[in-house]
């Protein structure tokens, strides 16, 4: 599976977009972004997932460039409930063992 | 509320212990995991049943034993461990294994070994 990189740590004004990158420049063919994200001394919550167009969800948007090498979640929104480490992976789309590999991900923290 | 719980939610226990740690998924869902998240490390995917088979063990030392009696019930059973093994152990399932297959997470089971 594709490697992904993520800033270690941002911040968010609450109310306003959180915007988070990844990059995952070796991604194949077949491999689809997903990202997950971890409240504090949670389990990990899905998110939403894409191959190459953007999707959107109730929770979040995900923007996939076109040559798919980088992504950005978007939280429309952000509130004090979305500070969480926030998980991008990049898995095989109906491979026959799905694992995800987590990362450190990238801390959100949202201020009022 | 995922769908996913753990029991128990904190365990302490010495060396030269034995516990289980006990996961069971109310969604139908045929696949179930453990993961093992040490302090300021990122998860690490520790075994894999899919139909109550172990599709994979990631490596991971005898001391950790896991059961899987029915796709809905997975155990973990715990015997001799290292304080280094004292982590956040979490449980997931899913409908299958295949990498569409969206995980859900149970909220863990904190252990620490003295």
Not at chain 1, 8 to 25: F, V
Request: aromatic fraction near 10%.
């Amino acid at each position: 599976d594709a490697k992904t990189t993520q800033p270690t740590s941002m911040d968010c004004a609450e109310g306003r977009a959180a915007n988070l990158p990844c990059n995952h420049s070796t991604i194949s063919g077949n491999e689809y972004v997903y990202w997950y994200r971890q409240i504090h001394s949670q389990g990990p919550q899905y998110i939403i997932h894409g191959l190459k167009n953007n999707e959107t969800n109730e929770m979040a948007s995900l923007i996939i460039t076109e040559d798919r090498k980088s992504s950005t979640l978007i939280l429309p929104h952000a509130t004090l409930r979305d500070t969480a480490v926030y998980y991008c992976i990049v898995i095989v789309y109906g491979g026959s063992q799905g694992n995800l590999i987590f990362g450190k991900g990238t801390k959100l923290s949202v201020k009022p | 509320e995922t769908g996913v719980t753990q029991t128990p939610r904190h365990l302490v226990m010495g060396m030269t212990n034995k516990k289980s740690l006990k996961c069971e998924q109310h969604l139908g869902h045929n696949a179930m995991y453990w993961y093992k998240q040490s302090a300021k490390k990122p998860l690490e995917l520790m075994f894999v049943y899919n139909f109550k088979e172990q599709t994979e063990n990631n490596s991971v030392p005898s001391r950790f034993s896991p059961e899987c009696p029915n796709s809905s019930h997975l155990f973990l059973h715990l015997h001799t461990l290292q304080p280094e093994d004292s982590a956040l152990y979490l449980c997931a399932s899913s409908q299958g294994t295949s990498g569409y297959n969206e995980q859900f997470f149970g909220p863990g089971t904190r252990l620490t070994v003295l």
